[in-house]
């Protein structure tokens, strides 16, 4: 037992050098490092909301996918989306994982930038120093030593997720509204039904302050009576109970049932000011593309291969 004790503690402190690396693990952060083949670290994956998309007309070849349309049913009428992110973002940090572009994968607990050097803490007590000459911060989660960040804006997205017990079967896919309470409501294939199948459950998306959060009249209570009402007026019915006894012809129905599951609460953005070789970047998806040309690399040539196959 005595020399594996020994061998422990001599691999216990990992020293890696980078000339750019990059801190963060969102969809525009792995974008970034697909095109300029620089790696990455985080203290916490950041992928892509379930049921966030891209649009219709974005042109995703440049990653080998194609974006594929699909039709979006609302009480506005029908819109078009593209392909979801979250299929993106899980083709990227896959293959930027076989490039070795992310040499702790998501063992990182917290990071400290201090004098050109990132000091990643691991589990079981074990350190990963990381130096590099430039850095490209896209996320400040459990990162020390970023400064003091400014509230981008004060809106948090808040998502709450309701099991619908009665009025499953519908055609809708989301359902608008102009408040920012229960601004829109999306339904999805219910998790709790195995197979294929056309069962809807439903979550309701606000954009709140810190004051409404506290406020009862925001409350995942008041958002489940917001939904109820906003299925009720799309004349989404509950389950199907009888014939109507007064006419044959016509079928009588329960109303719409649903129940919080539970709340997901989103801050809103930090921002930092860049300073020396440390840089913020806040660009969108689009952005980066336009503004980050696809290097020859590894990365490039593996999903090139790929797609010919």
Same mark, same amino acid.
């Given at each position: 037992?005595?020399?594996?004790?020994?061998?422990?503690?001599?691999?216990?402190?990992?020293?890696? +050098?980078?000339?750019?690396?990059?801190?963060?693990?969102?969809? +525009?952060?792995?974008?970034?490092?697909?095109?300029?083949?620089?790696? !990455? $670290?985080?203290?916490?994956?950041?992928?892509?909301?379930? &049921?966030?998309?891209?649009?219709?007309?974005?042109?995703?070849?440049?990653?080998?996918?194609?974006?594929?349309?699909?039709?979006?049913?609302?009480?506005?009428? +029908?819109?078009?989306?593209?392909?979801?992110?979250?299929?993106?973002?899980?083709?990227?940090?896959?293959?930027? %994982?076989?490039?070795?572009?992310?040499?702790?994968?998501?063992?990182?607990?917290?990071?400290?930038?201090?004098?050109? /050097?990132?000091?990643?803490?691991?589990?079981?007590?074990?350190?990963?120093?990381?130096? &590099?000459? +430039?850095?490209?911060?896209?996320?400040?989660?459990?990162?020390?030593?970023?400064? $003091?960040?400014?509230?981008?804006?004060? /809106? #948090?997205?808040? #998502?709450?997720?309701?099991?619908?017990?009665?009025?499953?079967?519908?055609?809708?896919?989301?359902?608008?509204?102009?408040?920012? !309470?229960?601004?829109?409501?999306? &339904?999805?294939?219910?998790?709790?039904?195995?197979?294929?199948?056309? !069962?809807?459950?439903?979550?309701? $998306?606000?954009?709140?302050?810190?004051?409404?959060?506290?406020?009862?009249?925001?409350?995942?209570?008041?958002?489940? &009576?917001?939904?109820?009402?906003?299925?009720?007026?799309?004349? =989404?019915?509950?389950?199907?109970?009888? *014939?109507?006894?007064?006419?044959?012809? *016509?079928?009588?129905?329960? %109303?719409?049932? =649903?129940?919080?599951?539970?709340?997901?609460?989103?801050?809103?953005?930090?921002?930092?000011?860049?300073?020396?070789?440390?840089?913020?970047?806040?660009?969108? !998806?689009?952005?980066?593309?336009?503004?980050?040309?696809?290097?020859?690399? #590894?990365?490039?040539?593996?999903?090139?291969?790929?797609?010919?196959?």
């Amino acid at each position: 037992m005595q020399p594996e004790i020994e061998l422990h503690s001599k691999l216990r402190d990992i020293h890696i +050098e980078y000339d750019k690396v990059v801190i963060g693990s969102s969809l +525009e952060a792995l974008v970034y490092c697909y095109l300029n083949n620089v790696p !990455f $670290v985080c203290s916490q994956l950041s992928s892509p909301f379930r &049921f966030e998309y891209f649009n219709w007309d974005d042109d995703l070849s440049i990653f080998g996918a194609k974006n594929v349309t699909h039709p979006v049913k609302s009480n506005l009428g +029908e819109t078009t989306r593209g392909i979801d992110k979250l299929w993106l973002w899980e083709r990227l940090f896959f293959y930027l %994982s076989v490039a070795g572009l992310c040499p702790l994968s998501d063992k990182a607990t917290s990071l400290r930038i201090s004098d050109n /050097i990132i000091k990643a803490t691991t589990p079981n007590a074990r350190m990963a120093k990381i130096h &590099f000459n +430039e850095l490209i911060v896209f996320d400040d989660t459990s990162v020390l030593g970023l400064g $003091v960040p400014e509230i981008k804006d004060k /809106i #948090y997205t808040v #998502y709450d997720w309701f099991d619908v017990r009665s009025g499953m079967k519908h055609e809708y896919d989301r359902l608008e509204d102009t408040t920012d !309470f229960v601004n829109h409501i999306l &339904f999805y294939p219910s998790d709790r039904v195995a197979g294929e199948h056309n !069962f809807k459950d439903a979550i309701g $998306v606000s954009y709140l302050t810190k004051e409404n959060l506290s406020s009862f009249e925001y409350s995942d209570i008041n958002a489940r &009576f917001k939904t109820l009402y906003m299925m009720k007026e799309a004349a =989404i019915r509950g389950a199907r109970n009888g *014939r109507d006894m007064k006419n044959k012809a *016509r079928y009588k129905y329960y %109303s719409v049932k =649903i129940e919080n599951t539970k709340r997901d609460i989103i801050e809103p953005q930090k921002i930092y000011e860049s300073c020396g070789n440390t840089t913020f970047n806040y660009d969108s !998806f689009n952005d980066i593309i336009d503004k980050n040309p696809l290097q020859d690399s #590894y990365v490039s040539k593996l999903i090139k291969r790929i797609r010919r196959s």
